[in-house]
């Protein structure tokens, strides 16, 4: 099963980049096939545009200008893009045919004026960009010109009603040009100009264009399944390397562990997982010492109880005051370690932010003292406005276990010192902790003092480490020569 959903998943990979770079493939395509349409739609148009500028620069700045420089110029004008031109004299109502149709290709055409004799003309419609050149003789002599286009429409066109041989076709005229001689209409020109895809270099760049993609599309196809493939290898084997971790890790197994992957952030993925393995498997042997450690606690005192009862049983003990107030004893150890785990694991999942208020740490130090069982112990050492901000309740509470976690374990012939500076207070008893790292003192029933075997919850420190860390701050245990020193740290200072 596990064989076959890592197939399933390599193949949803492949098709989905595949199909990825086709659609990348085919729109690059169609941009390129656009983009040539559009020029072929706009390309008379440039063809006019520069035919036109060509001639006005031929004819400008003459001296004198006669029929024959007219004419000159508007052959000189022409290139290969313009097959032919259809010359209308309005002066002699002549009609004459400069080179050929398009259709009769580049090659064949004839480079010279002729006049046009037919029977069979026909007329037409057409919308096509319209040019008037109008040339005046000026006052000191030498000519000049103005150019100005009659088309309003899409493109500068305008509609234009031909009457030409039956010879020239409607698709032939691309372009018109009016030529006026000292405000007479002296000339009109019908530009029959070559497509884009048969003018011979557009054709050949065109054609070039054409062949390279159609042998590159199979190569980009080609060059797809195989990055696809590469890809979505890479990319499944990855993912079923984290998907086997994870389903290890629903089973229970945490000692998993991930190769180094390819790219980068499935690598941060997959050393994620491994952290997170790891911490949950230090969370269920956290959690199995908390079971063993509860059982083991809570039992200490049950089995006293039990004891007791049996020897009162068996006559051993007599029901007396004694043996009652042991067995009140026990029970009131019994009720204070349950009540300690129900107050740590309700800090545990304290689900609203902690209020600060601005406390005055040397009165409120004295009245965790004045509870204590042996106040004259703690020394404190704290300035009267030294100013502590935390949750009154919260920090009398933490620090109240921290000082009778000194006073149970530590040296009984030396003082316990109480100090606050910056938001923090330092408890500083005599004694020495073992090896062991100093954070696990943090966790539930850890013992840190060599001494420090038997008797307590094992949660005082765990109950000040977790208010402390509610109110932003930290909790951190040290030795310090032949002392061990607990900080409070109780976060940032509200401004």
Known sequence: MKRKADGLLFFRIFFTVLGISALIVLCELAVFF????????????????????????????????????????????????????????????????????????????SRKLSEVVDTGWHS????????????????????????????TGSGGRTSVTYSVPSFIGENDIAATVFIEHNEDLLVGLDLLIFDMYSFGPTSFVLDTILLTAIWLIPLSLVIAVAASFVFSRRTSDSVGDILSALR???????????????TYELNEIGNSIVELSHQLEKNRRSRDEWI??????????????????????????EADGKTIAS?????????????????YVSLLNYDSEVRKD????????EQVVSLCPSPGRISIEIGADEMIHADSDLFSHALGEVISNALEYGSKDEQISVRAENNTVYVTDKGRLSNTDASILFEPWARGDES??????????PIAGQIASLHGGYAS???????????????????
Not at 74 to 103: C, K, Q, W
Not at 358 to 365: D, F, H, L, P, T
């Open 477 to 495: 245990i040290r030795q310090d020569g032949s002392h061990v020193v607990v900080a409070l740290n109780f976060g940032p200072v509200q401004g």
């Open 292 to 317: 063993r450690s509860i059982a083991h606690d809570l039992n200490t005192p049950l089995t006293s109880m039990n004891m007791i009862i049996q020897a009162i049983e068996d006559g051993i003990y």
């Open 34 to 109: 656009s983009t040539i349409m559009k020029m072929g739609n706009r390309w008379t148009e440039y063809i006019a545009r520069d035919y036109v500028q060509t001639l006005v620069s031929l004819l400008d700045g003459k001296e004198s200008l006669s029929a024959e420089d007219v004419y000159e110029a508007i052959v000189a004008a022409s290139d290969d893009s313009i097959s032919g031109l259809l010359i209308r004299s309005f002066a002699d109502d002549a009609i004459y045919m400069y080179g050929g149709l398009p259709e009769n290709g580049q090659g064949r055409i």
């Open 124 to 151: 037409f419609e057409k919308n096509n960009p319209v040019y008037v050149l109008s040339l005046a003789e000026n006052e000191n002599g030498g000519y000049s010109h103005m150019l100005s286009a009659l088309g």
């Open 358 to 365: 601005e406390i005055n740490a040397a009165k409120c130090v």
């Open 248 to 262: 290890r890790m629903a089973d229970g197994d945490f000692d998993v562990s991930i190769r180094k992957q390819k």
């Open 452 to 461: 420090r075997h038997e008797g307590g919850s094992g949660l005082g420190l």
């Open 327 to 343: 067995l009140k004893n026990e029970v009131e150890t019994l009720t204070r370690r349950v009540l300690s785990v129900r107050y």
